[in-house]
C-alpha cells in the first residue's frame, strides 16, 4: 500500500509485513490476488515491509521465497504438542535473542509508521504476524501510559503465532495472561498448515466477539485461487466498512 490516506471514507490503508525467509518483493507477488481483490471492492492501497535479519532460504526453496536478498524477524520455529507448548518451547530456547529480535522489529515498524503513515489497518503473514500483533499490544500499552492514540484499527492475519510483550520479552499466551488484542482481527488459516497451533495461539489471545475465522483448506501458504480469493475479498471488505464507520 502507499502512505496515502483517505480522510473521507477513513477506508484503511494498511502496511504488510511478510514470514520468514521473504522479501517485500516476494510478499508483494505472493499477496497481489488478495490485494487486487480488495482494490477492487474498496479504495484501499497497500505499502510492504520485511524483517530486519538478513538470512537464507532453505535449500531448494528458493524458487518460493524469489529472488534475494532474504530477510526474518526471529530465528527459528519449535513444534510442540499444542500451541501455547510451542511457543513455550520459543521462549526457553535463546530467549534474549527472540527478546531483541521483537524489540529491533517493533523499532523498525514505528519508524515506518512514522515516515510513511499514517495505517489503520495491517496485513501479516506468519511470522510477520508475531511483530503485528506485539505492535497493536504495544500501541494500547502506549495510550495508556503516553495517552498516544491508536492507529492500527484492524488486522488480517495469515497463519501466524501470538504477540511478545515489548518490555518482558515473554508471549502472550491465553493460560497465562488476561491479556488481548482488542481490535477486529481476521484469521485466515490452513487445516492442512504444519503451524496451524500457532495461529490457534494467536487467534486465542485476540478478542472472541471481534475476530473472524477463514480457513482456506490448504498449508502454510496464502491463497490464490479464484473463488477462495472473492470468499475472503468479502470478509476483508466488510471488516473494513465496519471500521469505516467507527
Known amino acids: 500500500m502507499s502512505c496515502d490516506h483517505d480522510y473521507q471514507t ?5 502496511p504488510l509485513l511478510g514470514r520468514s525467509v521473504f522479501n517485500n518483493r516476494a510478499f508483494r507477488v505472493q499477496l497481489a490476488p488478495i490485494c487486487e481483490e480488495l482494490q477492487s471492492l474498496c479504495s484501499v492501497s497497500f505499502f510492504f515491509l520485511h524483517g530486519t535479519i538478513p538470512c537464507t532460504p532453505p535449500p531448494g526453496s528458493e524458487e518460493f521465497f524469489g ?15 499444542n500451541a501455547e507448548d510451542a511457543i513455550r518451547e520459543l521462549i526457553s530456547n535463546g530467549s534474549d535473542d527472540v527478546q531483541s529480535s521483537i524489540r529491533a ?13 499514517p495505517f489503520d489497518g495491517v496485513i501479516a503473514y506468519s511470522e510477520g504476524s508475531i511483530v503485528v500483533g506485539s505492535l497493536i499490544l504495544d500501541e494500547a500499552v502506549r495510550f495508556e501510559r503516553e495517552e498516544r492514540k491508536p492507529q492500527i484499527k484492524m488486522a488480517i492475519f ?9 518490555e518482558t520479552g515473554r508471549a502472550l499466551l491465553m493460560d497465562e495472561s488476561d491479556l ?22 494467536l ?3 485476540c478478542n472472541g466477539d471481534l475476530a473472524e475465522m477463514f480457513d482456506h483448506g ?3 501458504t496464502l491463497p490464490r485461487d ?17 471500521c469505516s464507520l467507527s
Open 105 to 117: 522489529a517493533l523499532k523498525a515498524v514505528y519508524e515506518v509508521i512514522e515516515e510513511e503513515g
Open 203 to 205: 487467534f486465542n489471545v
Open 10 to 14: 477513513n477506508i484503511p490503508t494498511e
Open 226 to 242: 479464484q473463488e477462495t480469493i472473492a470468499e475472503l475479498g468479502a470478509v476483508i471488505h466488510k471488516m473494513i466498512e465496519n
Open 180 to 201: 488481548f488484542i482488542d481490535i477486529p482481527t481476521c484469521h485466515v488459516v490452513g487445516s492442512k498448515d504444519p503451524f496451524l497451533l500457532g495461529s490457534m495461539a
Open 158 to 166: 495469515f497463519g501466524g503465532w501470538p504477540p511478545f510483550s515489548a
Open 218 to 220: 490448504k498449508g502454510h
Open 67 to 81: 529472488p534475494g536478498p532474504h530477510y526474518r524477524f526471529i530465528a527459528r520455529f519449535p513444534e510442540g504438542r
